[in-house]
């Protein structure tokens, strides 16, 4: 090819370009980068997504395709949980929690472990021997020793931190009385922080839990925290699930909550959050039929009325933008799952309910408040 020709050709195609760019810019998908919560607020704190084994594998396409435009990171929904990844003694299940890793690193998601110690979806060997009595605490310490252990450094250098302790405390701020506080007593926090650490010193460490609003609990994980930190262990954040509802919790309750646990000088996770727009559970005189209950309880089976929406959307702004104002210490948001249609608040507390809990409907779409937050700029 001589010159003649080259010049002639490289014209055409930088002709050819130029049409191209100034069709893309007229179809604005060029020169505006897309505005999702990743893109708009991934610089203020790691906004995360619980996932479920079906979505990581791939069975529903359209919730992977929300996780990837508007998630930094993910958590398992499920499969770390004792049940699930350690069913048997001796036995581990790792394939769903690989394919976790495996898909947030191959997206660039940041991968939270949830969880290594708590007291529900634990297997049902992990606590008693062979004829079902509780074990000794010597057992009991070397099986959580061994569980943390293979778990923890398994995923060494893949997963950000840990859930290690997972509601301990109840709304009283009392000790749960699970197997693990009945045969170790309190002693079995400041353990699983310490073979944690053991097994990936680079692993943040969380504590974790609901309710933390409640003054009586907050006060306890306080002083928790301060004993961890007391006794020379690593912990980076307390978790505050934040499964919240319509009249639940006072925002201020919750944000002396977040202020009293910065204080101890670690930072603060919204790590499951969602909010319930049905009818917090409770029988009164006036439903006392079973068919009445249910229909009350379960007031919108087909869509969302506009104003419980209007209202719904209002709330949950009015939360993240408490969120945004605490981005200093705030280091993660985490919804509790994808869409209004995966959300286990549809079966919890009561079962068989239709829910709205999430930040993306039914349709996959993104709620009023996202498209909102994702439209302004700051
Ligand atoms: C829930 C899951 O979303 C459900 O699928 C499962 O059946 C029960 O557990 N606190 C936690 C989460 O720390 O692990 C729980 O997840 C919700 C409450």
Redesign the pocket.
């Known amino acids: 090819m001589d010159n003649h020709i080259i010049l002639k050709v490289s014209r055409g195609m930088a002709a050819f370009m130029t049409c191209i760019t100034l069709a893309a810019c007229a179809a604005g998908t060029v020169t505006t980068p897309e505005r999702t919560l990743k893109t708009v607020y991934g610089d203020k704190f790691l906004i995360g997504t619980a996932m479920n084994a079906r979505q990581v594998a791939g069975e529903d396409s359209a919730a992977v395709e929300v996780v990837k435009r508007h998630f930094s990171a993910v958590v398992p929904?499920?499969c770390m949980k004792c049940e699930n990844i350690h069913p048997e003694e001796g036995r581990y299940d790792f394939r769903d929690a690989d394919a976790l890793v495996d898909f947030a690193e191959a997206g660039g998601l940041t991968v939270t472990g949830?969880?290594l110690i708590w007291h529900s979806?634990l297997a049902p060997w992990f606590t008693v021997d062979d004829k079902g009595q509780p074990v000794s605490a010597e057992v009991l310490k070397e099986r959580m020793k061994e569980h943390i252990t293979t778990l923890v450094s398994r995923y060494k250098g893949r997963v950000k931190g840990w859930d290690v302790v997972?509601?301990a405390i109840m709304d009283d701020g009392s000790y749960r009385k699970s197997p693990f506080y009945e045969i170790l007593g309190e002693e079995y926090i400041p353990l699983a922080f310490q073979y944690a650490h053991e097994a990936d010193p680079d692993a943040e460490l969380y504590y974790?839990d609901?309710s933390m609003s409640i003054p009586a609990k907050r006060d306890a994980v306080v002083k928790l925290v301060q004993s961890l930190k007391e006794q020379g262990l690593r912990v980076d954040a307390v978790g505050m699930?934040a499964?919240i509802g319509m009249d639940y919790p006072g925002i201020d309750d919750f944000e002396q909550s977040m202020l009293a646990f910065a204080a101890t000088g670690v930072n603060v996770m919204i790590t499951?959050w969602d909010m319930s727009a049905l009818p917090t559970v409770s029988r009164t005189a006036d439903v006392s039929d079973t068919v009445a209950f249910r229909e009350a309880m379960n007031p919108y089976p087909d869509a969302l009325p506009d104003s419980v929406s209007e209202a719904w959307n209002a709330r949950m702004r009015s939360f993240f933008e408490l969120f945004l104002k605490h981005a200093d210490f705030v280091t993660r948001v985490t919804a509790?799952g994808v869409t209004d249609g995966d959300s286990?608040k549809n079966d919890f507390p009561v079962p068989g309910r239709t829910d709205y809990p999430l930040l993306f409907d039914r349709d996959y779409q993104p709620k009023p408040f996202v498209q909102a937050l994702c439209n302004e700029t700051e």
Do not use: G, I, L, V
Request: with cysteine.
């Open positions: 929904e499920n949830h969880c979806q997972n509601e974790n609901y699930q499964h499951e509790w286990w």
